[in-house]
Structures are given as C-alpha cells and as structure tokens.
C-alpha cells in the first residue's frame, strides 16, 4: 500500500472475534469488512536491523548502515514529538544518540556528517526535555549542541528558557541577549526576553518585600514570636494555612473590595507561602503601619 490508498480487509471470524463476538457491535461468528488508509509512515527497517545487531557488530558496523538506522530513528523521535509522546521521543533520540557516538569514524567526511545529526538530536533532546520539565536534562543537552557550535541560535534560546526557568535570570538574559544579536527579529527570542524582564522584576520585588517584613516585623512581636520566625525547622508553612491563604485570596478575588489585610506576624515559611500565592493570583502586596503594628496589605492589580 502507498500513502493515502485506501484497502478493505474481508476477515473470517475465525481471524476476528470469532463465535464469541464483541457484544452488543459484533455478533458472534462474524465476518469482519476493514477499510484501512495509510495515511503516513516511517520505514524503521534500517533502525530495527541494527538494533538486533550485538554490541560488537554495531561497533564495527559500516558508517553507512549506522546512519541510516540513526536517521531513521531521528524520524520515529520526531514523529513522536509531534504527537506530544515526549517521553517516547527522548528513548528514541537518546538510543539514536548513542548509537551515533559508540560509532568509529574513519575521516573528517564521517566526522562532519555525524557532527550535523548529533546537533539535531541534542537540540530535539533538549526540546522534549524541556517539554517534560526535565530542565536539568534539557540544559545538558542545550550545553551539547553548544560545544560543537557556540553560536548556534536555537540551543541559546533554549538554554535562555531553561535557565529563566531555574530562576537563574542573569545568565538566562546573557544567553538570550546572545541569540537575539544572532536572530534579531526572531519573535520567539524577543517573547523569551520580554518574559524574562517581567519575572525577573517580581523576583526583585518580592526580595525586597521580604527583606522589608522580616527585618521590621520581629520589632513589634513578642518574644515568642520571634523565636518562632527564626525557628530552623519550621521551613514549610502547614496545609492548614495554605488552604486557609488560598481561600480568603480566592474570595477576595470573586469579592468587590480592592484592598484586603493580612496580619502582620507570620513565620518565614508562612511569608514565603503567602508570596508566592499573591504572585499565583496577580495580586500585589505591599506594607503599612496599623496602631503600632505591621499589616500586610494585598490589593488587585488591573488585570484582577
């Protein structure tokens, strides 16, 4: 059959459900009429040959006959990938990866070709990876592609998104600001930094709130309390108070008031939890000075 013809099957019952059936569709002792479309396809063939090969024969396996078996899993990791099986895709790429790398190339001919796929398997790698929220993988595999081409665009827009990602901003910006010199107008790239700059900000924001509520809130708390916040093993605000946090912002949100207050005297996992939650929520969080005491004020933002 070729791509797109279109073939009917005629099956005894014998080769389908037999006298059993499938009820209630299928009768038992029916004959069973497929049609069947190819609509697409991947010929393995060379790929499924080579796996069955030991390890010794795939080392001295020709060149040849290796890349053709990694360029047709390249194909299978792909059309993974464009069915959203990432996970397949990151054994397929990385089984075709270490193929390509256990293989002895004779001359600077072989080491250009296999240099050329090895940049399209780290690169897909550190896509899926990525996909996956595998982030330390994705950037080993964004750090590959870079040895072999330090300026390859893609693998610094990826490293760029890993790294934002793992909050580490001012290598994040470096990265970016690397591909963008390279691809000026790629979109993407410009979308990457812009994020960037918006997450990077609420970060600055919310260390100094931090810095603000820690070092002016144990002045107006009782002893107790203070011994509580600098406590080292409260470093987890308890599901009691999250779900309690969670509520009353949600209820703030669906209310019609702009401002609400929080207490003041709160624990460092309780601030942390509380933060993060007003970012969760588009809200914004500032603080002010209520008979004698320190109030956390929380407040919507235009997009609320």
């Keep these: 059959m070729r791509v797109m013809e279109i073939a009917s099957f005629l099956i005894r019952p014998e080769y ?3 006298s059993m059936g499938c009820p209630p569709r299928i009768p038992g002792d029916s004959t069973i009429l497929f049609n ?9 063939a060379d790929a499924a040959q080579f796996e069955a090969l030991s390890l010794e024969e795939k080392k001295c396996a020709r060149f040849e006959r290796v890349i053709a078996a990694v360029k047709s899993q390249f194909e299978v990791g792909n059309r993974f990938s464009k069915q959203n099986a990432h996970g397949k895709a990151i054994q397929t790429y ?10 002895t190339l004779q001359d600077e001919n072989e080491e250009d070709i296999s240099r050329k796929i090895l940049l399209k398997l780290y690169l897909n790698l550190a896509i899926s990876c990525h996909q996956v929220n595998q982030l330390v993988q994705s950037l080993k595999y964004s750090n590959k592609v870079l040895e072999l081409d330090p300026n390859n665009t893609k693998a610094l827009y990826r490293r760029g998104l890993v790294k934002t990602a793992l909050h580490e901003y001012s290598v994040a910006r470096a990265c970016l600001l690397q591909a963008k010199r390279l691809a000026p107008s790629d979109k993407s790239i410009i979308r990457a930094i812009l994020d960037l700059d918006e997450k990077a900000e609420k970060a600055r924001k919310k260390e100094v709130m931090m810095c603000s509520l820690m070092f002016r809130q144990p002045l ?3 002893k107790h309390t203070i011994d509580k916040l600098c406590d080292e093993n409260t470093s987890v605000a308890d599901d ?3 779900k309690m946090v ?3 912002l949600t209820e703030f949100i669906n209310s019609k008031l702009d401002k609400m207050e929080f207490p003041g005297e709160l624990t460092h996992p309780e601030l942390v939890c509380l933060l993060d939650l007003v970012d969760e929520f588009d809200l914004e969080m500032s603080q002010k000075r209520k008979d004698g005491k320190n109030i956390i004020l929380i407040s919507k933002t235009k997009n609320c």
Excluded at 36 to 44: G, P, Q, R, S
């Design 16 to 18: 389908a459900y037999g």
């Design 220 to 222: 107006e708390l009782e």
């Design 94 to 103: 990385r089984k075709a990866v270490r193929d390509l790398e256990n293989c």
């Design 240 to 242: 009691a108070f999250i």
């Design 246 to 248: 969670r509520n009353s």
């Design 36 to 44: 069947v479309e190819i609509l697409d396809f991947i010929d393995y």
